[in-house]
């Protein structure tokens, strides 16, 4: 009985943002907040919430004041977690070319800010095997990957909401079976999200961590199809923590530290998919040895939360080499007693 009351005060808020919201992380005001107040109505009370909202979305979505566009992209965002897909299907077929365009037209970058978050929630909540209505399709998938992978360029807080997008979009194919739709872009998506971690710009806005937990998900969700191009990807993470260990006998700080934790998961995750068939697991043994000195090296070091990450993939490369671990326990136990300590 609310609804009709709450609803268009709610929407009224989101047209109150901030000049400077997106660059700073922790930042939080009334437009935040109306967003995240609608989002829990839409949970509660389901499809109710979308006629309510879309008359909001459709006057202003197209509007010259780029709040406008903003408030409507962040209405349609926040709404789509709750409703049923069959209420949701037929409107985000429409919006998502229109969102495509935003990501790559729009002058302004709050706007493309929200527009790739969107795009993030479309793929979450409406995309993967679960759908009976496919939301990508062979026609769209295709630009849909260009226009994330050009986003991924842009100002580091929107390049890091096209990562998550892009996350959400490869995990909605874990359950694809023997071939993944993303196959034939896996190259080109994991050549760009390398490319995100070496920006200049890339400790702003978190987007070097979120193009590393991203290449992870891609991995982590890929087909035996990519498989080769997964075992190319472990020279270069090697060489990319190798590098870390030894910028950091030059200049200790806690940034090396940073980026060697998600450089030993990244390595977790590709020893977990390589080493879970035949075939590559052969061809990761070769790279072993190696792998683990780096890791050693990584414990030599003093970062207390890159052991953790540390273990994990040790843990992983146990489990993958199996009784050819053993070999690495006179080196390997001084640290493993040390954690337990």
Sequence with gaps: QALPALVPMLLETLLKQEE????????WNIAMAGGTCLGLVARTVGDDIV?????????????PDWRQREAA???????????????????????????????????NSHVKDTTAWTLGRIFEFLHGSAMETPIITPTNCQQIITVLLQAMKDTPNVA?????????????????????????????????????????????????????????EVVRCSTDETAPLV???????????????????????GKQGELQGLLCGC???????????????????????QIMQLFLGVFACRSATVHEEA????????????????KYMNQFYKYLEMGLQ
């Design 267 to 289: 390595l977790q995750v590709i020893i977990q998919k390589l080493g879970s068939s035949e075939p590559t697991r052969g061809v990761l043994l070769q790279y072993a040895d």
């Design 20 to 27: 400077d919201q997106d660059q700073d992380e922790g930042a």
């Design 51 to 63: 006629p309510l909202v879309m008359p909001f979305i459709e006057e202003n979505i197209t509007k």
């Design 73 to 107: 992209t962040y209405a349609f965002g926040s709404i789509l977690e709750g409703p049923s897909p069959d209420k949701l299907t037929t409107i985000v077929n429409v919006a998502l070319n229109f969102m495509l365009t935003a990501l790559t037209k729009d002058p």
């Design 311 to 326: 273990m994990l993939a040790i843990g992983a490369l146990a489990y993958a080499t199996g009784p050819e671990f053993a």
């Design 231 to 253: 075992v190319q990807l472990v020279p270069v993470i090697m060489m990319e923590l190798h590098k870390t260990l030894e910028s950091q006998q030059l200049s200790p700080d």
């Design 160 to 216: 890091e909401k096209a990562c998550g997008a892009l996350y959400f979009l490869a995990q909605g194919y874990e359950d694809v079976g023997s071939s993944s739709p993303l196959t034939p872009y896996f190259q080109e998506i994991v050549q760009s999200l390398l490319t995100v971690t070496h920006r200049e710009d890339a400790g702003e806005s978190r987007l070097r961590t979120a193009a590393y937990e991203t290449l992870n």
